[in-house]
Structures are given as C-alpha cells and as structure tokens.
C-alpha cells in the first residue's frame, strides 16, 4: 500500500505540474466543490457512530469543518476567476 500512495503522489505531482495556469484555478475550484461528498459522509460517519466512539465523533466532526471550508474556498477561487473577465464600468 505504501508504494500505492507513493506512485499516486509523484503521478499526482507530474499530472497537476503539466496543467497549464489558465485552466489550473477552474479546474481546482471545480475538484473543492466535489468535496461536498466529504461533507455528506462525514454527517453519515456522525450519525451511525456509538454514543462512547468519541474517534468517530470527532474525525467525523472534524472532516464536516475541513470539508466545509474546502467547498467555500472553491467557491470563493471560482468567484475571484469569474470577476476577471467581467467588463469594468466607465
């Protein structure tokens, strides 16, 4: 599993590095709005978790936060990119 993770990161580094600047910040917005599914399955981690599984309450907690300020931030990028090719006012 170690050389999975390893091979999937020097691949995710040669992939995102060939990308060029003009679609880099659409296509990373997009990729942070997906994390809505993260947001989703943190609540159902949550809400099956035992009452005395603190871990699961709190990972589930945390991944419903980090998640959520993953979705706003692409939100946010896409925002900002957006505004650049409105026409400025005279």
């Known amino acids: 599993m ?21 679609l880099h910040t659409p296509l990373m917005s997009g990729a942070n709005a997906i ?7 943190a609540i159902i981690v949550m809400g099956r978790a035992e009452p005395d599984n603190y871990a699961a309450i ?18 946010v990028v896409t925002d900002r990119m957006l505004e650049m090719f409105k026409k400025k006012k005279k």
């Open 2 to 22: 170690i050389y999975i993770v390893i091979l999937s990161v020097f691949l995710g580094v040669e992939v995102i590095s060939h990308v060029p600047s003009v």
């Open 35 to 41: 994390h809505g599914v993260v947001i989703i399955g």
């Open 58 to 75: 709190v990972l589930g907690f945390f991944s419903v936060i980090l998640g959520t300020l993953n979705v706003v931030g692409g939100f």
